[in-house]
Structure formats: structure tokens, C-alpha cells
T-cell receptor, first 117, second 116 residues
Framework: AQSVAQPEDQVNVAEGNPLTVKCTYS??????LFWYVQYPNRGLQFLLK????DNLVKGSYGFEAEFNKSQTSFHLKKPSALVSDSALYFC???????????????WGLGTSLAVNP | GAVVSQHPSWVICKSGTSVKIECRSL??????MFWYRQFPKQSLMLMAT?????????EQGVEKDKFLINHASLTLSTLTVTSAHPEDSSFYIC????????????FGNGTRLTVT
């Protein structure tokens, strides 16, 4: 079955340190990969995506993610964390070859990021 | 661009009443809208997918007669929670899509429903 795993429920980092939020997926073929962020009591905001091409993609707010096909991973990274980055982060995958519903996303369970001052 | 407006942002209702949540795409035409439910500290649970002018497709385990979805136009979808009960209390989020599968979804800010 297709799935997305975010192995860490919570990640704690000190402000100014680099951060990584992990995501691995189990989807056949060449899926499209997305990261979203959710602040308390708000909807989700799109951060970045990987469709094809360069494995390192850059997105909003200084975030980037590295696609690794052999490890089926798409980890989210930021060189220097800010307290304002504290939020819930979701990894999502789309199977573009699902002709019946190729806009549907498969979601990870989310990782709560806490950046400490 | 690509703004999705969801209303109301929060609502409190009594058990047995119905509540309607609106999701509007303000600057684009949403061919597909998704309705999610989110429990505290948990991931998103897709409830249904709606396409303009056709019946919504509900996920397994979601009661279609309880959660009525109407996608009457390319800019508006509504979710009505009928005969609400306290266990329906949750955070409901809509999202809209107007581009192909390479494009991200655009989300509303969610509705916090509390049933007393």
C-alpha cells in the first residue's frame, strides 16, 4: 500500500542550529513530493515540492528539501532555525499515474517542530 | 494568488443541530476540492473529494448522509455536518485544486467545530 512516513513525532532544535525533518515514502513509480507547514489553528501552507530534475529543491522561508530516490526519502532542511519556524510539518506524496484521482495526496502523520530560543 | 477562504473559522453548536461550512476559492476556479478532518495532534484525514457539478466521492468510513458536500460552482464547496454530536467536534479543513497533479493544494484556514 502507498504510504508516507514521518518517523519523528517531534523535533527540537535550538535557534540558529540546522534542522531536519524526515520523510520517507512508499509509492511506486516517480511520485510528486510536497512539504506543508501548519501553524496552530490554521490551514496548511505549501513550502516546496519535488517533481523532477535537481534533487535539492528550495522553497519558502528558507526551507529546502533533498530528494533521494534510492532511499525513497524527501527530508526537509533549513540551515539556521528560527523560533518562528515552530509549527507542524507535513510531508505528502502524489501518485501522478493514478488516473482515477491523480490530485489526491497521501499524507504523513506530521512532525511537530519546536525551535528553542 | 490562489487564496481559499473558509468560513466560519469557528462554530459552537448544540447536539442535534446542523452546521454548514463554506469553502471559497477567491481568485481561481477550483475544479476539485478536498475536505479534511484533523483531530488534535494528528494528521489530516481525507473525508471526501468533490468535483464541481458532480457528487462527492467519500472515503471509506465517512458517512455521506452525515457529512453532506455540495460543490455547486467552481468557486464554492460546502460541507454540512447534519445532526451534529459531540464526537463530530474537530478541525475541518478544505483545500482546492485547479491545476494539474504537479501543483500543490491550496488550503483554507480551517473551521473549529465544537458540539455541546
Amino acid at each position: 500500500a502507498q504510504s508516507v512516513a514521518q518517523p519523528e513525532d517531534q523535533v527540537n532544535v535550538a535557534e540558529g542550529n540546522p534542522l531536519t525533518v524526515k520523510c520517507t515514502y512508499s509509492v511506486s513509480g516517480n511520485p510528486y513530493l510536497f512539504w506543508y507547514v501548519q501553524y496552530p489553528n490554521r490551514g496548511l501552507q505549501f513550502l516546496l515540492k519535488y517533481i523532477t530534475g535537481d534533487n535539492l529543491v528550495k522553497g519558502s522561508y528558507g526551507f529546502e528539501a533533498e530528494f533521494n530516490k534510492s532511499q525513497t526519502s524527501f527530508h526537509l532542511k533549513k540551515p539556521s532555525a528560527l523560533v518562528s519556524d515552530s509549527a507542524l510539518y507535513f510531508c505528502a506524496v502524489r501518485d501522478p499515474y493514478n488516473a482515477g484521482n491523480n490530485r489526491k495526496l497521501i499524507w504523513g502523520l506530521g512532525t511537530s517542530l519546536a525551535v528553542n530560543p | 494568488g490562489a487564496v481559499v477562504s473558509q468560513h466560519p473559522s469557528w462554530v459552537i453548536c448544540k447536539s442535534g443541530t446542523s452546521v454548514k461550512i463554506e469553502c471559497r476559492s477567491l481568485d481561481f476556479q477550483a475544479t476539485t476540492m478536498f475536505w479534511y478532518r484533523q483531530f488534535p495532534k494528528q494528521s489530516l484525514m481525507l473525508m471526501a473529494t468533490s468535483n464541481e457539478g458532480s457528487k462527492a466521492t467519500y472515503e471509506q468510513g465517512v458517512e455521506k448522509d452525515k457529512f453532506l458536500i455540495n460543490h455547486a460552482s467552481l468557486t464554492l464547496s460546502t460541507l454540512t455536518v447534519t445532526s451534529a454530536h459531540p464526537e463530530d467536534s474537530s478541525f475541518y479543513i478544505c483545500s482546492a485544486s485547479f491545476e494539474g497533479p504537479r501543483s500543490p493544494l491550496h488550503f483554507g484556514n480551517g473551521t473549529r467545530l465544537t458540539v455541546t
